[in-house]
């Protein structure tokens, strides 16, 4: 091959790769338009939206949309952003949806204190409680699905329709039996799918815990 057959194909090379990260950039631009088209929430929440806890450690979170309330709580040690492909599912089926990343985990505070699911019940609590979200569905993964649990068992159900956990540790599920007597007591009623209900003598609808 020529010296000037070499140049002629490095510059064919040169142009198809350049027509190619155009075609990617304007599909990623596409879809990341599509979010922000949709909601007003979407900007605040891709600029970065933090929430103080009482204990002064910065959690963030995302808020997309409106409607009723979809609330994530990720596995360890991951972030919100596991979630993404569900937010952008219910986003688009009218749905509000908030994720948090948890205290040491993303773009959360990196604290090496208040590991325990206390903290991380009252970091969840901060979040509903600043967004004043209501009828909301709580839907927990791995550590988060102990999250939401315990979250409910140490603030109550007044913000709450429904809970789902998915794979929660052996641990996890023990607790979720010790938090859902316990709530019982308080005139609750918690059922896991497949295992035979948790239920009070109370009466009025509450919220459900299934699992996924």
């Not at 007591?185 to 009025?204: D, K």
Request: aromatic share 6%; with cysteine; glycine share 8%.
């Amino acid at each position: 091959m020529t010296k000037q057959d070499t140049s002629s194909a490095s510059r064919r090379a040169l142009l198809a790769g350049s027509a190619g990260v155009a075609a990617a950039a304007a599909a990623v631009s596409a879809v990341s338009a599509a979010p922000r088209h949709k909601t007003a929430h979407a900007t605040t929440a891709s600029q970065g939206s933090y929430v103080t806890t009482k204990d002064g450690v910065q959690i963030y979170y995302k808020d997309w949309g409106s409607g009723q309330p979809i609330v994530f709580s990720h596995g360890w040690p991951l972030s919100a952003d596991d979630w993404d492909t569900q937010m952008m599912f219910f986003l688009n089926h009218g749905y509000r949806v908030v994720a948090h990343d948890r205290r040491g985990h993303g773009r959360s505070s990196q604290v090496g204190d208040g590991h325990d699911m206390d903290h991380y019940a009252d970091d969840l609590a901060a979040v509903v409680q600043h967004l004043d979200l209501h009828d909301a569905v709580h839907v927990g993964h791995s550590t988060g699905g102990g999250e939401v649990v315990h979250y409910l068992a140490r603030h109550g159900e007044s913000r709450a329709a429904k809970a789902a956990k998915r794979r929660a540790s052996k641990r996890l599920r023990e607790k979720l039996l010790i938090a859902s007597a316990a709530c019982a007591r308080n005139c609750s009623s918690f059922q896991s799918r497949g295992a035979t209900p948790i239920t009070s003598p109370c009466s009025g609808s509450r919220p459900s815990i299934s699992r996924l």
